[in-house]
Structure formats: structure tokens, C-alpha cells
């Protein structure tokens, strides 16, 4: 397969920031070849986009083979092979099925790998694209008991998801999801996990395909990974272990692994002194709390890292403190023409005062994006001014069945004691939090179905002083819309 192609755009990655950046290049530039380059034989793909607000924006994600792509794109070409070797300041890239690119930008949207416990255990499984996802199915249908670590995204839709099955969920916080809400907006969801869950048997929004593992899919020896999962990864695959009508959930807070142990090791040690009381299993976790549970198995969600790995050496690309490739506000790296976004990339710039990088599936897209037009406008020698969706954080999602809006500095990120919270908390109904400094507000949590996101994205993002209404600002009986029309 050995080739060498004078081309003018390359982007590396499956993901949705890839395939972003891909489809918007390919668009613009038709007559120029676009090269997108994948480890995976199928990419994700951004379907039922819209546009909730100014920020706020909903997306399905699905995921396609690359072949989708190219029908769409006449001069888009996907090359599924990892990529071998980067030289920037030649401008070459060389993959690892021998092909060698001679660019004019590049843009690398790699994104991230799981942070695992612990590397080639067979007890430990981590969560990240789709295959660990069926895997993770797969050994839940037999399994009793798993211990979930981490306190992120994933773990949060794991814990609530899976039936048939005890959970033990052990978290480094004093509260349930702290990536995403405070203490409060954890209490209000806490009741979920004990409740029957409703009817979710709701078709699957996302297309599946099964990779060919024996042929082309393959993801050969160097035992690549696929891209991230979407944000809607457990619906369709049923999570069911193998009891039952039992199942329940156990939060350990404040601790993490001490030591994990197989059985012949746990059989071996001097922790060993009742097997009858802790049962025989295949492992076992001991926390830092001095607990011990026996399980089937351990998963490990604590976060990601950016993957990098491919592109650093003989290069000299700047690293942001999280070891992700460090990005100014036009999305450029330190190596000239190299362009990164998503979860593989670090915002290197001064921020707006209420936004912050959060690896998320909304960022992924807008960053994507963004690059292209970044590229197009350095390609075509026009200025471009950073994007509006950077001015405000926002996200939407779902936890526990509710729909969950995030605005802002949310979680009072960064503002030390100078803020006040407003909190509204109708038990299984909504919880509602205002981030208020110097009256004025600059952030939200709103959890359920409370049609206040527009209204809080409005008084975010022109700052008024609302010192004169106070608690009222949250009074249910004032449609607060009205108010600020």
C-alpha cells in the first residue's frame, strides 16, 4: 500500500471532532482532496443537530462506516489506518499501512484514552468506544457483582443502567458526580438509583454496525482504539447481570483502589481471614477506606488522557499541564500548520470569564468545527475572530432519566467564596441552581424539565444586576420569563 500524496488538508481521527472538522473542510474546499484518516472502520457522525439557544445545542450521534462519508463528500477519502510517524516540520505524516502525506495542514483530533487502574488485568475493564461497551455487556451477563470506580460521565450513566446486578461504586468526592453538579444537585438525584427504573425500552436513536473483526475492521496488533462513545452509548445494548430481580447500588465516598487482588492472590494473603464472610469471587478490590468487596469484575471510569502518543516524538509540540496538545485561540498548535481540537487538544488561550474546557461531546463538535474554519480562512488568507460558542459554557444532557442543563461557571468553578447559589429543589421533579457574583448571575444547574435555559443563558450572557429581586429570582409562582422578555 505504499504511496507518497502532495495533499492540502489532513485530519486524523474518527471522532466526532475529526469527522467535523472533515465534513466542514470537504464542504468548503471541493475541489481540493480532503484525507481523514481513522483507526477505526467506523467513524461517529453529528445527525438531529439543533440549535436549542445561542449555546445551547442537542445532537444524536451515530456511527457509520467511513463509506457514508465519501458518498457525501466526492472529494473527502478516508484511509482506515493508525497513523505511523509525524514529522511536522516537513510537513510529512506516514501511517502505519505504509501511505506517506505531504500536507499543507493538518489537523489532529485523536482524542483520549481511558485512565485505567491498572494495565493488562483481566478483571479491570475500562469503558470508552464501542467494543469495551459490548464487552462490558457481555461479562455483566454473567456477573453478580462489579466494583465501578470513578465519578465522571460514564460511570453516572453506568451505576443507574445497570439491572440484575449489585454495583459497588466507590468515588474519590464527597458526592455523586461532582464533574458536574455540587452536593445538593447530587442529594436530589440520589433517590434514583434505589427507584424502579421506567420504561426505557425506547428505540435506540443510533444507528449500529458490527465491525468485520476478521478482516478490514481489524484494528491490528498496535491494539487501537475506537473513537469515543456517544452520549447516548448504553441505550439499545441492554445492561442486565445475572440476578434475578436484585440489584442495588452501594456508594463508597471518598476512597479509591488500594490494591486489587485475583483470587489465588486474596486466597494467598493475610487479608484472607474470612472467605466465608466476604464469599468466593474472581477478584477482589481492596479501598483505601480498608474496605474489601469481592466481584466479578472491576470498571474503571476515572477520567481520560489525551492521546498524544503518535505525534511527540522528534516533534515540538507545547503540552498543556493535562498532557493534551496545547492550542491558541485559533486552534493552532506550536508546530506551524498543525491544527488540534477535541479531547486531544488543551484550550491555550485567556478564556472568557464563563466558559471552561470540559472533554465533552458538545466541545468535540464545536471545536471540530471551528478548526476547519480556522484552516480555511489561514488557507485563504482571511482573519477570523474566536467563535461565540467559546464566549459560554453550555451542555445538555441526560443523567438518571433527567434531562440536565449546564451553564456557565456552574459549579462556581474558579470564583473562590466571592458568590452566592440560589437553590429551587422539588423532590424527583427539579432542582434548580443559580451561581450569583456581584448580583450578577454566571452559572446554572437545571435538572428536569424546567424550560429556564434560555432565560439563564440570556441573564449569563448580559450580565444584568439582578440584586434587587433576590430569592425571588427563583420563585416558582413568578414565570420569570416576564420578567426579562
Given at each position: 500500500?505504499?504511496?507518497?500524496?502532495?495533499?492540502?488538508?489532513?485530519?486524523?481521527?474518527?471522532?466526532?471532532?475529526?469527522?467535523?472538522?472533515?465534513?466542514?473542510?470537504?464542504?468548503?474546499?471541493?475541489?481540493?482532496?480532503?484525507?481523514?484518516?481513522?483507526?477505526?472502520?467506523?467513524?461517529?457522525?453529528?445527525?438531529?443537530?439543533?440549535?436549542?439557544?445561542?449555546?445551547?445545542?442537542?445532537?444524536?450521534?451515530?456511527?457509520?462506516?467511513?463509506?457514508?462519508?465519501?458518498?457525501?463528500?466526492?472529494?473527502?477519502?478516508?484511509?482506515?489506518?493508525?497513523?505511523?510517524?509525524?514529522?511536522?516540520?516537513?510537513?510529512?505524516?506516514?501511517?502505519?499501512?505504509?501511505?506517506?502525506?505531504h500536507?499543507?495542514?493538518?489537523?489532529?483530533?485523536?482524542?483520549a484514552?481511558?485512565?485505567?487502574?491498572?494495565?493488562?488485568n483481566?478483571h479491570?475493564?475500562?469503558?470508552?468506544?464501542?467494543?469495551?461497551?459490548?464487552?462490558?455487556?457481555?461479562?455483566?451477563?454473567?456477573?453478580?457483582?462489579?466494583?465501578?470506580?470513578?465519578?465522571?460521565?460514564?460511570?453516572?450513566?453506568l451505576?443507574?443502567?445497570?439491572?440484575?446486578?449489585?454495583?459497588?461504586w466507590?468515588?474519590?468526592?464527597?458526592?455523586?458526580?461532582?464533574?458536574?453538579?455540587?452536593?445538593?444537585a447530587?442529594?436530589?438525584?440520589?433517590?434514583?438509583?434505589?427507584?424502579?427504573?421506567?420504561?426505557?425500552?425506547?428505540?435506540?436513536?443510533?444507528?449500529?454496525?458490527?465491525?468485520?473483526?476478521?478482516?478490514?475492521?481489524?484494528?491490528?496488533?498496535?491494539?487501537?482504539?475506537?473513537?469515543?462513545?456517544?452520549?447516548?452509548?448504553?441505550?439499545?445494548?441492554?445492561?442486565?447481570g445475572?440476578?434475578q430481580?436484585?440489584?442495588?447500588?452501594?456508594v463508597?465516598?471518598?476512597?479509591?483502589?488500594d490494591?486489587?487482588?485475583?483470587?489465588?492472590?486474596?486466597?494467598?494473603?493475610k487479608?484472607?481471614?474470612?472467605?466465608?464472610?466476604?464469599?468466593?469471587?474472581?477478584?477482589?478490590?481492596?479501598?483505601?477506606?480498608?474496605?474489601?468487596?469481592?466481584?466479578?469484575?472491576?470498571?474503571?471510569?476515572?477520567?481520560?488522557?489525551?492521546?498524544?502518543?503518535?505525534?511527540?516524538?522528534g516533534?515540538?509540540?507545547?503540552?498543556?499541564?493535562?498532557?493534551?496538545?496545547?492550542?491558541?485561540?485559533?486552534?493552532?498548535?506550536?508546530?506551524?500548520?498543525?491544527?488540534a481540537?477535541?479531547?486531544?487538544?488543551?484550550?491555550?488561550?485567556?478564556?472568557s470569564?464563563?466558559?471552561?474546557?470540559?472533554?465533552?461531546?458538545?466541545?468535540?463538535?464545536?471545536?471540530?468545527?471551528?478548526?476547519?474554519?480556522?484552516?480555511?480562512?489561514?488557507?485563504?488568507?482571511?482573519?477570523?475572530?474566536?467563535?461565540f460558542c467559546?464566549?459560554?459554557?453550555?451542555?445538555?444532557?441526560?443523567?438518571?432519566?433527567?434531562?440536565?442543563?449546564?451553564l456557565?461557571?456552574?459549579?462556581?468553578?474558579?470564583?473562590?467564596?466571592?458568590?452566592?447559589?440560589?437553590?429551587?429543589?422539588?423532590?424527583?421533579q427539579?432542582?434548580?441552581?443559580?451561581?450569583?457574583?456581584?448580583g450578577?448571575?454566571?452559572?446554572?444547574?437545571?435538572?428536569?424539565?424546567?424550560?429556564?435555559?434560555?432565560?439563564?443563558?440570556?441573564l449569563?450572557?448580559?450580565?444584568?444586576?439582578l440584586?434587587?429581586?433576590?430569592?425571588?429570582?427563583?420563585?416558582?409562582?413568578?414565570?420569570?420569563?416576564?420578567?426579562f422578555?
Amino acid at each position: 500500500m505504499a504511496s507518497e500524496k502532495q495533499v492540502t488538508f489532513v485530519i486524523v481521527g474518527g471522532g466526532i471532532a475529526g469527522v467535523t472538522c472533515a465534513e466542514q473542510i470537504a464542504s468548503q474546499f471541493t475541489s481540493d482532496e480532503v484525507y481523514l484518516l481513522t483507526a477505526s472502520p467506523l467513524v461517529k457522525t453529528v445527525t438531529n443537530f439543533k440549535q436549542v439557544s445561542k449555546t445551547l445545542e442537542e445532537f444524536d450521534i451515530e456511527e457509520q462506516p467511513s463509506s457514508v462519508l465519501e458518498e457525501k463528500y466526492p472529494n473527502l477519502k478516508v484511509v482506515q489506518s493508525a497513523v505511523k510517524l509525524l514529522r511536522a516540520k516537513e510537513h510529512l505524516l506516514q501511517t502505519e499501512n505504509g501511505q506517506t502525506f505531504h500536507y499543507r495542514k493538518l489537523c489532529i483530533c485523536s482524542g483520549a484514552r481511558p485512565k485505567l487502574l491498572t494495565q493488562d488485568n483481566p478483571h479491570v475493564l475500562g469503558i470508552r468506544d464501542t467494543d469495551s461497551a459490548q464487552e462490558f455487556q457481555k461479562r455483566l451477563s454473567k456477573a453478580k457483582r462489579i466494583v465501578v470506580i470513578g465519578n465522571g460521565g460514564i460511570a453516572l450513566e453506568l451505576v443507574y443502567e445497570v439491572e440484575g446486578c449489585e454495583v459497588i461504586w466507590a468515588i474519590k468526592d464527597k458526592a455523586i458526580g461532582n464533574t458536574f453538579f455540587d452536593a445538593g444537585a447530587a442529594q436530589f438525584l440520589i433517590p434514583s438509583l434505589g427507584a424502579d427504573k421506567k420504561d426505557r425500552s425506547l428505540p435506540c436513536k443510533r444507528a449500529r454496525y458490527a465491525t468485520d473483526k476478521t478482516g478490514a475492521g481489524h484494528s491490528g496488533a498496535s491494539g487501537e482504539l475506537g473513537s469515543a462513545l456517544g452520549p447516548d452509548w448504553h441505550e439499545g445494548i441492554e445492561l442486565r447481570g445475572a440476578v434475578q430481580n436484585s440489584s442495588g447500588v452501594h456508594v463508597e465516598y471518598e476512597c479509591a483502589v488500594d490494591k486489587l487482588y485475583t483470587q489465588q492472590e486474596f486466597l494467598q494473603s493475610k487479608l484472607n481471614t474470612n472467605t466465608s464472610e466476604l464469599g468466593l469471587w474472581p477478584a477482589y478490590v481492596q479501598l483505601t477506606n480498608k474496605k474489601i468487596y469481592g466481584c466479578d469484575f472491576v470498571v474503571s471510569a476515572t477520567g481520560v488522557v489525551p492521546n498524544t502518543d503518535p505525534f511527540l516524538n522528534g516533534n515540538n509540540f507545547k503540552l498543556a499541564e493535562d498532557h493534551g496538545l496545547r492550542v491558541d485561540d485559533h486552534m493552532r498548535t506550536s508546530e506551524q500548520d498543525v491544527y488540534a481540537a477535541g479531547d486531544v487538544c488543551t484550550a491555550g488561550w485567556e478564556p472568557s470569564a464563563l466558559w471552561q474546557q470540559m472533554r465533552l461531546w458538545t466541545q468535540a463538535r464545536q471545536m471540530g468545527w471551528y478548526a476547519a474554519r480556522c484552516m480555511a480562512a489561514d488557507v485563504q488568507e482571511e482573519a477570523i475572530e474566536l467563535d461565540f460558542c467559546f464566549e459560554l459554557f453550555s451542555h445538555i444532557t441526560k443523567f438518571f432519566n433527567y434531562k440536565v442543563v449546564l451553564l456557565g461557571k456552574f459549579n462556581a468553578q474558579g470564583l473562590g467564596q466571592d458568590h452566592e447559589l440560589l437553590v429551587r429543589c422539588t423532590k424527583g421533579q427539579e432542582y434548580v441552581k443559580v451561581v450569583l457574583t456581584g448580583g450578577r448571575m454566571v452559572g446554572a444547574v437545571l435538572i428536569g424539565e424546567t424550560d429556564l435555559e434560555e432565560t439563564f443563558e440570556n441573564l449569563i450572557l448580559n450580565q444584568m444586576d439582578l440584586s434587587r429581586y433576590g430569592e425571588e429570582l427563583l420563585n416558582p409562582n413568578i414565570d420569570i420569563e416576564d420578567y426579562f422578555d
